[in-house]
């Protein structure tokens, strides 16, 4: 089976194609223009990550919400667990840009963090 992924490590999104064999191994790698194309799309493949990015809910500031973020990315699909949580979340002001509001989010070892001041 064949499988393509668009490298974005560079602004040449090469177009990476994947030979998988039948228990989703990669057998070969092509279309890649460097080494960490290979490394970028044999990650993304075996376990495709995604920073997340939201909104929260805020109190006692200039806007009733607060952009987040994680401060690292996390598995593709923990994705929809985390938006739940952050559903949830309620922060108070003051709080400035890269204060942590989730700490250890979802047990992940990463952070949700503000990306404006309040
Ligand atoms: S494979 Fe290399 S050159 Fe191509 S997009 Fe990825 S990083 Fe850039």
């Known amino acids: 089976m064949l499988k393509h992924i668009t490298c974005t490590v560079c602004p040449m999104s090469c177009n ?10 990669i057998l ?7 080494a960490r194309g290979k ?8 376990h495709p990550e995604r920073t997340l990015t939201s909104i929260v809910k805020a109190k006692g500031g200039m806007h009733p919400v ?18 739940q949580v952050v559903s949830k979340v309620e922060a108070q002001a003051p709080i400035k840009m890269g204060d942590v509001i ?9 952070d949700l963090v503000a990306t404006r001041d309040l």
């Open 16 to 25: 990476v194609e994947l030979t998988l064999g039948e228990d989703n191994e």
């Open 66 to 83: 607060l952009p987040v973020r994680t401060n690292k990315p996390i598995p593709k699909d923990k994705l929809k667990e985390g938006m």
């Open 39 to 46: 490394a970028y799309a044999t990650s993304e493949h075996l």
């Open 28 to 34: 070969s790698l092509t279309g890649n223009k460097c």
């Open 102 to 110: 989730v700490a250890d989010f979802l047990g992940l070892g990463v």
